[in-house]
């Protein structure tokens, strides 16, 4: 089963407008961590947040927020009034403390920023 | 601070011929290592992951296989590739730490099979 589940396979937004990354998560361990990383065009994947299982705090970093839900099982991705620059491919991972080698990818969202 | 180098970043061979993709850390010791291809528009696929010097693990059977003779070297291998070998290889490092610490990506190598 998909440990990580990103639904939105490609999403188009014209710039300054506001979107939201979907992510829900599986798991059964208690201690788990969750991560957000940009793949921009040029191919690198760039790390951009992580979170612990016992911190539900949201994180507010620019114009990029993150809502850790884990009543619903979810870790979604804002960014505020996008720009061109923004325009990636996103992807949500689940790492296990139990299984702490393997990091368990979500498909990807494929961000188009319209100028 | 750490770097990961890996290389080349494109390369072109034809159905049949051999592959290595190498990868080295720089700046930390006893990584975590891990190689995985991306398809054309498609997710991250693992396929290989070393927690130490000459331990690998494979996720997904195929004609590929991975090395680690160094410490903070990977090797990515295949005696012959074929075309469904095509995609975006990236290489990745993480601390040793019960999943806590993120993995930090190369930039990845861009292979096509003619």
């Known amino acids: 089963a998909q440990k990580v589940t990103q639904a939105q396979t490609e999403i188009s937004v014209v710039e300054k407008e506001d979107v939201t990354l979907d992510c829900v998560y599986e798991t059964r361990d208690t201690t788990y961590y969750l991560f957000w990383y940009k793949q921009p065009p040029s191919g690198e994947l760039v790390f951009l947040i992580r979170?612990?299982?016992?911190?539900?705090q949201n994180e507010i970093s620019g114009r990029y927020s993150w809502n850790f839900q884990k009543s619903t099982s979810s870790f979604n991705f804002t960014i505020t009034a996008s720009q061109v620059v923004d325009s990636a491919v996103y992807f949500c991972?689940?790492?296990?403390?139990?299984?702490?080698?393997?990091?368990?990818f979500g498909t990807g969202t494929s961000l188009t920023v319209i100028p | 601070s750490q770097t990961i180098h890996q290389w080349p970043a494109t390369l072109v061979q034809p159905v049949g011929s051999p592959l290595s993709l190498e990868c080295t850390v720089e700046?930390?010791?006893?990584?975590?290592l891990y190689w995985y291809r991306q398809a054309a528009g498609r997710g991250l696929q693992l396929l290989f992951y070393?927690?130490?010097?000459?331990?690998i693990s494979s996720e997904v059977p195929q004609n590929l296989s991975a090395s680690r003779p160094q410490d903070r070297q990977f090797i990515l291998s295949s005696k012959k590739l074929l075309l469904s070998d095509s995609g975006f290889y990236l290489c990745?490092?993480?601390?040793?730490?019960?999943?806590?610490?993120?993995?930090?990506f190369g930039d990845g190598t861009r292979l096509s099979i003619l």
């Open positions: 991972a689940l790492s296990e403390a139990n299984t702490g080698n393997q990091f368990y």
């Open positions: 990745a490092w993480s601390v040793m730490d019960r999943g806590y610490q993120p993995q930090h």
């Open positions: 700046g930390t010791s006893n990584p975590n």
């Open positions: 070393s927690v130490g010097i000459g331990q």
């Open positions: 979170r612990n299982s016992f911190d539900e």
